[in-house]
């Protein structure tokens, strides 16, 4: 029976990672086009192939336009791609990590942890690693409250669940705390950037953070990637694991540090934004089943494509504004989390 329903979900993944790849693309060129400033599907796709060094016909003619485009829209439809990406990767590892379809960055106070080691770095006017520092801080933030979420959750050699959800409770309640303690106590400017933190948001991304969200994100999904056949093993059970060569506390130590840098990089500059490390692999693995390779890809590339398209939606939904990113993820992914509760209330906590 599990090889026959293994079987047709394996066949699924090629038209469903094309169909989402398609998806991906019209949302980049959507994205990249609808603004103030209105800019047509072939100019984009034109000012792509000039920068790519091919001549186009469709590029456009006026540089404010091609200003636009490499300077605005470009580095905010690909900080949205990584940052949606990152954070499904991210979900998907600690789901993994902890055996429960319930582990979320932001749910378990991974995204906030991270969040307030950023904000730390903000208000105190740390610049020790550069251009870094920021996601530096948020990575050890995100590393320290997911430390202490592994830690509390562990009982017996067991992940209690009960116990994961009240200390991610516990660790946002914190954070929201030290965010509050920073915005008293940090200027006008830093003030700005922490509540930036706490809704999320696109708005001024920059090519020099793309690029550092980029670097520290493939790396990360690489070691995700590579421990893949190790978590599948891990699902068998911690014993099974361990007498078939896996040695589990190292691979979930190693993999809380993956999730941290995942989370930290992803946040460092766009803010908290909650529930896409839930709702993308969650999704992933009811239509392509629980092998973690080609679910941490799937993952990557749902992620990215949700967060393509709520980014569209937060500058284009009410005109002349742009809504928090976080906020529309949360509408989405609140009642889905709540939904999934009572799912695996029904299946005594089975996986989909």
Do not use: K
Request: hydrophobic share 60%.
């Amino acid at each position: 029976m599990t090889v026959r329903r293994r079987a047709p979900r394996r066949a699924r993944a090629v038209p469903v990672l094309a169909t989402c790849g398609v998806v991906l693309l019209v949302g980049i060129v959507l994205s990249a086009g609808l603004g103030q400033l209105a800019i047509g599907p072939l100019e984009v796709v034109g000012a792509v192939l000039r920068g790519a060094g091919v001549s186009s016909p469709w590029a456009p003619s006026d540089p404010l336009r091609e200003l636009t485009l490499w300077q605005i829209r470009f580095p905010r439809v690909v900080m949205s791609m990584l940052v949606g990406g990152l954070l499904a990767v991210a979900g998907a590892v600690m789901q993994a990590i902890f055996g429960n379809p319930l582990a979320e960055p932001g749910v378990v106070g991974v995204s906030s942890g991270a969040a307030l080691g950023a904000a730390a770095s903000i208000t105190l006017g740390i610049a020790a690693f550069g251009g870094w520092t920021t996601a530096v801080f948020a990575f050890v933030g995100g590393l320290v409250a997911t430390l202490i979420v592994y830690g509390s959750a562990r009982t017996r050699g067991r992940t209690e669940v009960v116990t994961l959800l009240l200390t991610g409770i516990a660790v946002n309640a914190f954070a929201g705390a030290g965010l509050a303690l920073f915005m008293f106590a940090g200027t006008s400017a830093s003030r700005e950037q922490i509540v930036f933190w706490q809704l999320g948001s696109m708005n001024g991304s920059r090519w020099d953070e793309v690029m550092i969200v980029a670097v520290v994100g493939a790396a990360a999904t690489a070691v995700a990637v590579r421990l893949a056949p190790r978590y599948d093993l891990l699902a068998l059970g911690e014993r099974t694991a361990a007498h078939l060569g896996v040695r589990v506390e190292a691979l979930r130590i190693v993999s809380v540090v993956v999730v941290a840098l995942l989370t930290g990089v992803a946040v460092a500059f766009v803010g908290v934004i909650a529930f896409v490390g839930l709702v993308v692999p969650h999704l992933v693995r009811m239509v392509l089943g629980p092998a973690h390779r080609l679910l941490i890809s799937a993952s990557l590339l749902g992620g990215a494509t949700l967060m393509v398209y709520a980014d569209l939606l937060a500058r284009t939904v009410v005109a002349s504004a742009d809504l928090p990113i976080g906020l529309l993820t949360s509408l989405v992914g609140g009642p889905f989390f709540f939904w999934l509760i009572l799912r695996n209330r029904r299946r005594a906590g089975g996986w989909a």
